[in-house]
């Protein structure tokens, strides 16, 4: 089935929640029962308290979502996409489940912290008899609504949804407490509901190291289940961007389009300014052709006159000489 908005978006956050709260994943909300160091203890505790939010704000978004599609659908609009009415049942019961395991984590982590306690082992039985009740539970809940495939999201693993049941029988009873404080603590976290099908906790001083260390790691690459939060909100500030982008856009084409205008304006003056010096030059050449003209008929003038002027004196001398000779 190909996921659709909001049903991929949903289903997305419903993984990340799910994959925060199961205690056989790398990286768990479980607290560690083995001993740790006190250098390395309120590490641990920050850590874990921010996965804690992290996974409750992922829950509110679900229940967010869980209300959107309930009042949509009590105002008559049909769910989007291939959304029906038993897959939202069905993620609300998810839902239910995730929170009942966070708060059970929560409660479980707060009264290991008030009595620093270590519990102990969970007897075998009582672990093989929840197993096999979850998997009997698990096979008819696949029997009588067959799963759906679900795209994996980007940097995790695709995690299988457990059955709505809480891990309160997982957890120590007050009979295998090693500490009168600790049983109390862990009697009263406990919330009423099915045995869980997840397997406990390490029990050892290996597992809690390897748990800090998981834990560290977590930290140094980022939170990788933090992804589909982070990339909601980096969606956001992209389309923000995007607007802002787009009116910075409006604006440089509309301050180009008035710069446009002034340049035809400026190109239509350096027309007209053109072409004015080339009336000026198609004078100023017409006024040098006359002048020419009348220098060169001022020469000739010039030379006539000399010419005349040797004509008047030759004749004179002849005048006088013939005068003489008579």
Known sequence: MVM???????????????ALCDPEAEDTLAPSH???????????????EILINKAKAYVDKLNEMLQALERNAL???????????????EYRGRVATVQQLLKQTFLTTSSL???????????????????QRA??????????????????????????SPPPAAAAAAEPTPAHTSHPA?????????????????RP???????????????RRRRDEGGGLGMGRVSREGEGDTEQMKDELVGLAEEMKGAAHRYRQVLQKDNLRLRDTAATQQRHLDRVQSENKRARKLRRSGDMSFLMAMLLLVIGAVVFCFMVMFIIVM
């Open 34 to 48: 083995g001993g740790v160091d006190d250098n390395n203890a309120e590490e641990e505790e920050e850590e874990r």
């Open 75 to 89: 105002a008559g609009e049909e769910y989007p996409g291939e959304l029906t009415e038993g897959i939202v049942n």
């Open 4 to 18: 659709q908005e909001p049903l991929w978006e949903f289903d997305s956050f419903l993984r990340c929640v799910e």
């Open 201 to 215: 906790p390490p029990q050892d001083d290996h597992a809690s190291s390897s748990t800090s260390i998981r834990l």
């Open 135 to 160: 998997q009997a539970h698990s096979l008819g809940t696949t029997a009588s609504s067959p799963p759906q495939p679900q795209p994996p999201l980007d940097g995790m693993a695709t995690t299988p």
């Open 113 to 131: 912290h008030q009595s620093h306690a270590l519990p102990a082992a969970v007897d075998p039985t009582i672990l093989e008899e929840t197993i």
């Open 182 to 198: 600790a049983s109390a603590g862990a009697t009263s976290a406990m919330p009423p509901g099915p045995p869980s099908p997840f």
